[in-house]
């Protein structure tokens, strides 16, 4: 009875290990769209400063995001608990400013701005060559990158919480906090050895020595070194669309007419031979993608209309 009853109790444990992992599964897969923006971004914020100084730069963001997460996980948590109909609500701001985010990034691109000059200025200060001033500047820097991973960590949080509201109290904490801690060391992980690319690149290049392993290791020294930038820039492509994708899918998820609309309209290409099946996978998400763009520009025009209001109030 008593062997019946342990082995009774490892088959729920294990049940309840299967949806912890299934449920972290489809978390991590819906949050996943929100990283390459995050990885993109943290690995800016970290440069120009010294190469000595890029991974304490890191970590000090990875510990700063780790203290975001740990207020934004039990604020998650209290709000399933207390205040569960806030949560698709919560999403459907996250989903809006995801894709205002991504718009005003496009808009800034391609649009003039009265305040180009000041951010290119800005961009572009001089970086101070040591003493207080250098540390004064990595702490800044630091600040601004543990800001913005706030307002990004948040965003997974909510889609994460989104993904687990009708799990028991118990898989939530455990499926948030797994997320949490993945989603952090893998960012931070990455945007470590991003920033350090180009300084392994410059090593085999210095140190390839003579005959044919010397001749290789210098060119995939150079291969390096010049796929850096172009790895940068790449993260910024993708993070832009995948904000959209990501903020557009939360909208129209939120949104029942839209999503019904969207899956009407991707369901015929099914039949068609040879690429029906990739077809039909792909076009919900580059429609959720197109409601994305819309519904950042509308946020903007909202956005900048109002800033507009209060600049003519605060004249007055």
Sequence with gaps: MAGSSFFALIDDIASILDDVSLMTKVAAKKTAGVLGDDLALNAQQVAGVNADRELPVVWAVAKGSLKNKAILVPAALAISAFAPWAVTPLLMLGGAFLCFEGFEKLAHRFL????????????????????????????????????????????????????????????????LVGIALIMTAGVYGAVAGIV?????????????????????????GRAILRAAPVMMK?????????????????????????????????????????????????????LDAVFGVIAGAVVLLVVEAVKRVLKMFGKN
């Design 112 to 175: 003039p701005h009265d305040d180009d000059h000041d951010e290119k200025a800005e961009d572009h200060r001089e970086v101070p060559a040591a003493g207080a001033d250098r540390d004064a500047y990595e702490q800044d820097k630091i600040k601004g990158a543990i800001r913005t991973d706030f307002v990004l960590s948040a965003e997974i949080i909510a889609i994460t919480l989104g993904t687990v509201a009708d799990a028991s109290i118990q898989q939530q904490i455990t499926v």
């Design 196 to 220: 350090k690319l180009d300084d392994g690149g410059l090593y085999l290049l210095r140190t390839g020595g003579d005959g044919w392993l010397g001749t290789l290791r210098q060119g995939v």
């Design 234 to 286: 790449s993260l910024t492509v993708i993070g832009t669309v995948a904000m959209f994708m990501v903020g557009g899918g939360i909208l129209t998820h939120g949104i029942p007419a839209v999503h019904h609309w969207i899956a009407d309209a991707a369901a015929p290409l099914a039949a068609l031979p040879a690429v029906g099946g990739v077809l039909s996978a792909i076009a919900p998400a580059l």
